[in-house]
C-alpha cells in the first residue's frame, strides 16, 4: 500500500468533503475508519499507525484550516467513545471518560490522533451534534451526526481498498406545505 496515494486520496476526499458541507467555523466534523480496510484487511486485524498518519493528518489540516473540531471515533471496544480537543468537550458539553486509545483498543486512527491533539480528551458521545462526518470501512459514524443526516456523494469512493461513506447535517424542515425554506 503505498502511503503517499492514501494522503493524496484522503486530501482529495476531505477537501470535496468539506466545500460541500460548508460547516459553519466552530462545528463538528467526525472521522471513523479503519486502517485494517484501508490496506485491504478485515477491520480490527492490522491496524497500522502509519496508515493512520497518512489519512489523519490531511483531515485535521483541512479541518483545522475552516476552524472546525475534529472528533476522532473509537472502535466497540471502547464503545465507539470519541477523542476530541478539550476545548471541543467544552464548547459542546460532552462527557469525559476515562481511557487511553491504543491500536487494538480504539484504534489506529484515534490512537495516532490522541499522540498529535494539542489537548486531547476522550468522551463518551457526541449526543449526536456533529455537523458532517467521514467513514472510511464502513465503521458506522451515523450515530454522531445531527438528527437530518443527508450523504454526500464524492467523485471518489475509496481511500486504499476502503469503501467510504460522506455525511452532512442540516436543520430539520418544519412547519409543513406552506413553509419556506432557505436554500440548503
Known amino acids: 500500500m503505498d502511503i503517499n496515494e492514501i494522503k493524496i486520496e484522503t486530501k482529495e476526499v476531505i477537501e470535496e468533503l468539506l466545500d460541500i458541507a460548508d460547516v459553519k467555523s466552530g462545528g463538528l466534523f467526525v472521522l471513523g475508519g479503519s486502517t485494517s480496510e484501508v490496506i485491504g484487511k478485515k477491520v480490527g486485524t492490522s491496524g497500522s499507525l502509519d496508515i493512520a498518519k497518512a489519512i489523519v493528518d490531511p483531515i485535521l489540516e483541512s479541518v483545522k484550516k475552516r476552524n472546525l473540531y475534529l472528533a476522532v471515533q473509537g472502535c466497540e471496544h471502547l464503545n465507539r467513545a ?56 464502513l465503521v458506522l459514524i451515523g450515530m454522531h451526526l445531527r438528527p437530518v443526516a443527508v450523504p454526500v456523494r464524492l467523485k471518489r469512493n475509496k481511500i486504499g481498498y476502503a469503501t467510504i461513506v460522506a455525511a452532512r447535517t442540516r436543520p430539520k424542515l418544519i412547519g409543513g406545505e406552506r413553509a419556506i425554506y432557505k436554500k440548503q
Open 82 to 137: 470519541l477523542l476530541v480537543e478539550e476545548e471541543a468537550m467544552i464548547k459542546y458539553n460532552l462527557e469525559e471518560v476515562s481511557v487511553i486509545p491504543q491500536v487494538h483498543a480504539g484504534g489506529s486512527l484515534q490512537t495516532y490522533s490522541y499522540t498529535i491533539f494539542e489537548r486531547p480528551v476522550m468522551v463518551e458521545s457526541l449526543k449526536g451534534l456533529a455537523h458532517a462526518g467521514l467513514d472510511i470501512g
